[in-house]
């Protein structure tokens, strides 16, 4: 199973950018789908984002054309360029890792990480 740690988190001003990054132990990472979701206080978790393992990506439409995943097989990292943030984008930010290709469902994924909080001031 991955193992997965994320970093990148913190406060930002709306409109601003943040750089969130999973770094992936264990397993076959190439051959996993990693996406990133968001959870923020009294809401359910949501898919934000993914890269399946032939490195199709697909987002959320709340994020689409601000947020940008990508991944570095070599490195095991999944990345999460995150710009032009919105107060609503304020949540805890969790990489997960799944084998279902193009998967959006948080079943799907059974490797998640510990989040890291994601604050935006508006």
């Known amino acids: 199973q991955v193992q997965l740690v994320e970093s990148g988190g913190g406060l930002v001003q709306a409109g601003g950018s943040l750089r969130l990054s999973c770094a992936a132990t264990?397993?076959?990472?190439?051959?996993?789908?990693m996406a990133w979701f968001r959870q923020a206080p009294g809401k359910e978790r949501e898919f934000v984002a993914a890269?399946?393992?032939?490195?199709?990506?697909y987002y959320a439409d709340s994020v689409a054309g601000r947020f940008t995943i990508s991944r570095d097989n070599a490195k095991n990292t999944v990345l999460l360029q995150m710009n032009m943030l919105k107060p609503e984008d304020a949540a805890v930010y969790y990489c997960?890792?799944?084998?279902?290709?193009?998967?959006?469902?948080?079943?799907?994924?059974?490797?998640w990480g510990q989040g890291t909080q994601v604050t935006v001031s508006s």
């Open positions: 890269s399946s393992w032939n490195r199709q990506t």
């Open positions: 997960a890792a799944g084998r279902a290709i193009y998967a959006r469902d948080s079943r799907d994924f059974g490797s």
């Open positions: 264990g397993g076959t990472f190439s051959s996993a789908t």
